[in-house]
């Protein structure tokens, strides 16, 4: 009943626990975001970012900071120690921007400090297209107003963010010749408008026994109202209205990106979850709200939801319960087979359930999420949670055997082996503690599996020494009725057994005689399988297939939105159509609303994202389909394509934005950096494997500068700061204020009429009012030249640098940067100037580096604890060397499959030193049972051998056969543990069949050399 409360309480919590895609990761960055208009990059970086970064770079647990200086903005990133309370750090990064407040310039906006989060990706997207609106320009508009309200208010979603489209907005376009007749300015237009856009309080005065409030009502109530706004008086005092010097229309925001949905102009909608959110459960919130819009605007409107982050989710999630149970039955078969009766497969089958619901009590009151790591470890555990009972079990019948009452020998049998299989589960926590405490990417990543795979050992163990007895002292009838002796098949497998046993005894009395005959070879195949290291791959997170991939375009610096436009309508027409396509969503050019989400400068109308998510009925990988069509889309020559698959599910989370090569090219002059990155991508981009190669300053902004007459400016009594904020809001517009009609708010904007700025003479043409009654034109306190800019300026550290990014395809990614490595071994740079790698080969050496840590600790455990469980410094040594036999099949695996060497296959490595290890120790524990019982060295050690033969084979057979399902990638998410399962069965396979051998042989060299023999 105690196992059946617990059962209850496993299901219980399994209900209420959360499902994500991957385990909540507390990501220890900040990034400080300061606005400052009107700012060209040098000067944001020298006046804005550089005070910034030497002030918190003082704030301790920094270990990287790197900035970021655009066009009017300066982004600063701080990235901490994994293990940095990130509330703390913040508020220590605010006490440090305010003690720099005052040395900030005074127009600078307050800097904003924003933590890092993760799932700051969209996690839905909604396409919109126009139904049977007025006119389909008003389409964004329309659901700003009317549907935005219904998506913001699903519980979870945090921020609803639009992209495509018009936006709709008042224009108020002045004429410059008639704004100068009336001896206005802009500045003086932008402060009429805006204080007449007002309502103020008045006060109150009592009428009755009442206070009553009076109010002066000012705000625009249509277009009319803002034509009427006063904005001076002639010399005979008649007032001068707006319309008198502007025309005032709705119109228009200027685009600088749309969207396309198969071919089709739209609206996108994507959505962002609060954090600590059930992806699922946001999903079904918006989907319901989705039903909602459809009956309120269907007519209006028509909607398809073109991403849903949850689909894979609960896909991942089915096929990992999916394989769990597949794991299961093969497992119980196994046992089935080797033990050829009913009853004893049954009864351990009793430690799945119980051991794996168990997790899920301390997954809930941890607040471990079921999601792919956390699962995965059950997956995984699953073969491993039967050793312990089946070493019982096995002990069990060898007294039954001898005739020994089912009660006794079960309480006997279960006393023999309970230190034994103790020290192995033991072992097996032991591996994983070094990981769990870990403070890095690694541990934060891996630490749910190994949370799962403790726990569910930990809890087979007690079942093993409790219930797995309990059960077999029972007379089962209706179990041991079942006969299965008469059956061909299994008196084969009997047979097959037996020779088996004769086989494996012949062979190991040979290699007792002659241990050279064994060491040469098996010496001879770990050589080999260690020169064969340098040909495995090697990358950062196994690749999951999630159906998507996207077609990034660049063309030329300054390239319009309608020309990028056209090239995206190429591409498109040979995508749309395609086998296995479902959606095809366009994003040409960029939408203000995104740029500080993305944080990136690498933003403009030269720019093109094509994203493919194909269906799930597909019969190729995503990776297999951009390949194909890498080779037969053409566009024009001046624009370079290349393909993003997205594959990399955790690196995207863990290294937001990096590419899988990045090279931070370090120096402080701009040009040398320019230039060097010119000739460094020029180098490499002729390596094969190396795709859509770019460098942070090979877009150079095309510019007119506008240099000003310090005589002829102090003359006219003008400042630098007016003529430059003047500038501005003739060419570009400024939002003056907003019309409120109803629900809606609309921008009103301010600027001159397009043939009033239009060329660069017509510019130069721009009246400035001087004083009273006189005015000039800009070409006489100025000089206008063409010239060039940096779009953005990177630092890390007190180094500029210039980053160089690409992807890898068609070629293994391991080669790709040997050669790399290779290049830049033989690349002198100038003093002063360096390259530091980042990217994915960054992400790879320093979890490679925490993992041989985590590695060499775990020996060093295990090597403690079967040392102070068998009372001896030297027989432990014995045991760890079925450690190097893992090489032997482990290294040849993953060539053989195509699988890299990374994160999930390295832990499996560190899994296997735990199992292989225990059956080591497992033969030391018989070879120490016989030689009480009086048996001669030789034949003690034979004799033992025999028996842990056939629970070594079912231990290891059980682990394989239960991870088989995840090694073939059944289904979508297990690819993630694919590589983990290949390894460890591989390994399993070489080091059970050879250790089965050298340890015995080296046992008995041991003890002959004790017994001075």
């Known amino acids: 009943m105690f196992y059946l409360g617990v059962i209850l309480m496993g299901l219980i919590s399994f209900r209420d626990l959360k499902v994500n895609l991957i385990p909540d990761i507390e990501y220890p960055r900040v990034t400080v975001v300061t606005l400052y208009s009107n700012s060209a990059p040098e000067e944001i970086e020298n006046l804005i970012t550089k005070p910034i970064s030497e002030a918190v770079g003082t704030v301790g647990s920094i270990q990287k900071i790197q900035s970021e200086s655009l066009e009017g903005i300066s982004l600063v990133t701080l990235q901490f120690s994994w293990g940095t309370n990130i509330d703390f750090a913040v508020m220590e990064v605010r006490e440090k921007l305010d003690l720099i407040r005052g040395t900030l310039p005074q127009d600078a906006g307050r800097s904003v400090v924003t933590r890092f989060d993760p799932n700051q990706s969209a996690f839905m997207e909604i396409v919109f297209f126009a139904k049977e609106l007025g006119n389909e320009q008003d389409l964004r508009h329309f659901l700003r107003n009317e549907v935005k309200v219904f998506l913001e208010r ?44 007002l309502n103020f309080p008045a006060g109150h005065i009592t009428v009755g026994s009442r206070d009553v409030l009076i109010r002066s009502l000012g705000e625009y109530n249509s277009i009319e109202d803002i034509k009427r706004t006063i904005v001076s008086r002639n010399q005979q005092g008649t ?66 939801i073109v991403y849903d982050e949850s689909n894979f989710i609960s896909m991942a999630i089915r096929n990992l319960l999916r394989e769990i149970i597949a794991g299961a039955i093969l497992a119980f078969m196994a046992l089935f087979i080797i033990l050829r009766n009913l009853r004893n497969p049954m009864i351990l089958l009793t430690i799945l359930p119980t051991s794996v619901i168990a997790t899920f009590i301390p997954m809930y009151f941890y607040d471990v999420s079921l999601n792919m790591m956390s699962l995965g470890g059950l997956e995984l555990g699953i073969g491993m949670l039967l050793e312990s009972g089946n070493v019982v079990m096995m002990s069990i019948e060898r007294y039954v055997a001898t005739g020994m009452p089912a009660r006794e020998a079960a309480l006997k049998g279960a006393n023999e082996v309970a230190g034994s299989v103790t020290s192995a589960v033991l072992t097996l926590v032991v591996v994983f503690l070094p990981i769990v405490f870990l403070k890095s990417v690694v541990g934060v990543v891996f630490a749910e599996m190994a949370l799962t795979i403790t726990v569910s050992t930990l809890v087979s163990l007690i079942v093993a020494l409790t219930l797995i007895p309990t059960l077999s002292s029972l007379n089962l009838p209706w179990l041991t009725r079942v006969k299965l002796d008469k ?134 990988t995503a990776r297999e389909l951009a390949a194909e069509l890498e080779k037969q889309i053409k566009v024009r020559d001046d624009v370079d394509v290349y393909f993003v698959v997205k594959s990399d599910v955790m690196s995207g989370i863990l290294s937001p934005g990096s590419r ?39 877009d150079e902004a095309r510019e007119f500068h506008v240099t000003f007459d310090e005589g002829h400016t102090a003359g006219a009594n003008l400042s630098h700061s007016y003529l430059a904020d003047y500038l501005k809001t003739a060419i570009r517009g400024s939002v003056v204020t ?38 000039v034109f800009l070409s006489q306190l100025a000089d206008l030249k063409p010239g060039k800019g940096y779009t953005s300026i990177l630092r890390s550290g007190a180094s500029r640098i210039n980053r160089i990014t690409a992807d890898i395809s ?86 053989l499959t195509g699988k890299s060497l990374n994160d999930s296959s390295f832990t499996g490595i560190i899994l296997l030193v735990g199992i292989v290890v225990d059956n080591a120790a497992l033969l030391y524990e018989y070879i120490q049972l016989l030689k009480e019982e009086g048996y001669q060295l030789r034949e003690n050690i034979v004799n033992a051998s025999k028996l842990v033969l056939r629970p070594i084979i079912m231990n290891n057979g059980i682990t394989i056969l239960g991870m088989i399902p995840v090694a073939l990638e059944i289904g979508k998410g297990s690819e993630f543990q694919s590589p983990l399962a290949i390894t460890v069965i591989s390994g399993l396979l070489a080091s059970a069949i050879i250790s089965l051998f050298v340890i015995p042989v080296l046992f008995h060299l041991r003890m002959r050399k004790q017994a001075g023999l």
């Open 738 to 775: 907003e019309l409120h009609l109803a629900d809606e708010e609309i921008d009103i904007r301010l600027r001159f009429r397009e043939e009033d700025r239009k060329t660069v003479e017509r510019v130069m043409e721009i009246p400035l009012r001087t004083g009273e009654s006189g005015s």
């Open 660 to 698: 899988a090569i990045s090279l931070d090219l370090a120096g402080d002059d701009l040009s040398t950096l320019q230039e060097l990155g010119r000739k460094i991508k020029g180098d490499l981009g002729k390596f094969p494997g190396i795709t859509g190669m770019v460098t942070s300053m090979e």
């Open 154 to 197: 699903a519980d979870g979603v945090a921020m609803v963010q639009f992209s495509g489209g018009h936006k709709k907005e008042v224009q108020v376009d002045v004429d410059a010749q008639s704004l100068s007749a009336h001896r206005l300015t802009l500045p003086e237009l932008r402060e009429a408008i805006s204080s007449a856009n």
């Open 487 to 620: 059956y061909a098949f299994i008196k084969k497998i009997a047979e097959f057994e037996h020779r088996l046993d004769g086989a494996y005894e012949r062979r190991l009395q040979h290699f007792l005689n002659h241990p050279r005959h064994l060491f040469i070879p098996v010496g001879t195949l770990f050589v080999v399988s260690c020169c064969l290291f340098p040909f495995v791959q090697r990358s950062f997170i196994p690749r999951v297939d999630t159906g998507e991939f996207a077609i990034n375009l660049r063309a030329t610096k300054g390239t319009s939105l309608a020309a990028m436009s056209e090239v995206v309508e190429v591409v498109e027409k040979q995508v749309i159509g395609k086998k296995h396509i479902q959606h095809v969503l366009s994003r040409v050019g960029y939408d203000e609303e995104e740029v500080l989400t993305t944080r990136s400068s690498d933003v403009g109308t030269h720019l093109a994202q094509i994203r493919v998510i194909m269906s799930d009925d597909r019969g190729n």
């Open 810 to 895: 068609g070629k293994d990614s391991t080669a790709v940067y040997n050669d790399i490595e290779r290049y830049l071994a033989k690349t002198t740079l100038p003093e002063g100037y360096r390259i530091v790698h980042g990217g994915e080969q960054e992400n790879i050496s320093k979890s490679f580096r925490e993992l041989l840590l985590a590695f060499g600790l775990s020996i060093v455990l295990i090597y403690m604890l079967l040392a102070s469980h068998f009372e001896s410094l030297v027989q432990p040594f014995i045991m760890l060397g079925t450690i190097p036999m893992i090489v032997i099949g482990v290294f040849p695996a993953l060539i």
């Open 239 to 304: 007032p001068v209205f707006l319309s008198s010097v502007a025309n005032v229309h709705a119109g228009y925001a200027e685009r600088s990106g749309m969207a396309r949905y198969n071919g089709r102009e739209c609206v996108i909608v994507s959505l962002y979850k609060e954090a600590g959110k059930n992806t699922i459960d946001v999903s079904q919130n918006v989907r319901a709200e989705m039903e909602t819009i459809r009956k309120q605007f269907g007519r209006e409107v028509e909607a398809d």
